[in-house]
T-cell receptor, first 113, second 109 residues
């Protein structure tokens, strides 16, 4: 990995709380992708962002989920009013160009109790 | 039907064996990635391919664009190669990755 940092690595939330997952892309990368890996399932695309813009959010649930990638700072995936079904590993990846190699972070494992 | 199909789903090999994992896809792509995920761990990108063949140490990845097929080979397999190997394709619209369900490899000493 070339330095995609996700934090926290593990996050426990009670039902109804908010979860904020952060992704700092590789320095110089302006493209960020978020993916979700549900238990015993494969990775699924959620959202693709460039700096300050959401390009494709077709994989993101319409309610309770939002993502941003501000001009300064990390990309944030926000889940409001979490439910047990949100428990999963959330990965982000970054690239400097839409056709360039993507580098993945270590993931944030969200557990909703 | 998934956009990306991998085989086999599970693979057990003896140390030293030559291993092949296959990936077929049905969408137009700009690139194909082979990823490695250790249990409870993060994801490491092993290769990105848009044509031909790449080699890194004991790992070799090939892609046939016309047949929409890629293979990942591991020569002289070792227990530390035990992991889930995931094939991911980047659609040629650039917006999405599609992932295979992964091949769980166990290499026995």
């Amino acid at each position: 990995n070339a330095g995609v940092m996700q934090n926290p690595r593990h996050l426990v939330r009670r039902r109804g709380q908010e979860a904020r997952l952060r992704c700092s892309p590789v320095k110089g990368h302006s493209h960020v992708y978020w993916y979700r890996q549900l238990p015993e399932e494969g990775l699924k695309f959620m959202v693709y962002l460039q700096k300050e813009n959401i390009i494709d959010e077709s994989g993101m649930p319409k309610e309770r989920f939002s993502a941003e990638f501000p001009k300064e700072g990390p990309s944030i995936l926000r889940i409001q009013q979490v439910v047990r079904g949100d428990s999963a590993a959330y990965f982000c990846a970054s690239s400097w160009d839409m056709k360039a190699e993507a580098f993945f972070g270590q993931g944030t494992r969200l557990t909703v109790v | 039907k998934n956009e990306v199909e991998q085989s086999p789903q599970n693979l057990t090999a003896q140390e030293g064996e030559f291993i092949t994992i296959n990936c077929s896809y049905s969408v137009g792509i700009s690139a194909l990635h082979w990823l490695q995920q250790h249990p409870g761990g993060g994801i490491v990108s092993l290769f990105m391919l848009s044509s031909g063949k790449k080699k890194h140490g004991r790992l070799i990845a090939t892609i046939n664009i016309q047949e929409k097929h890629s293979s990942l080979h591991i020569t002289a397999s070792h227990p530390r190669d035990s992991a889930v190997y995931i094939c991911a394709v980047r659609s040629n619209t650039g917006n999405q990755f599609y992932f295979g369900t992964g091949t769980s490899l166990t290499v026995i000493p």
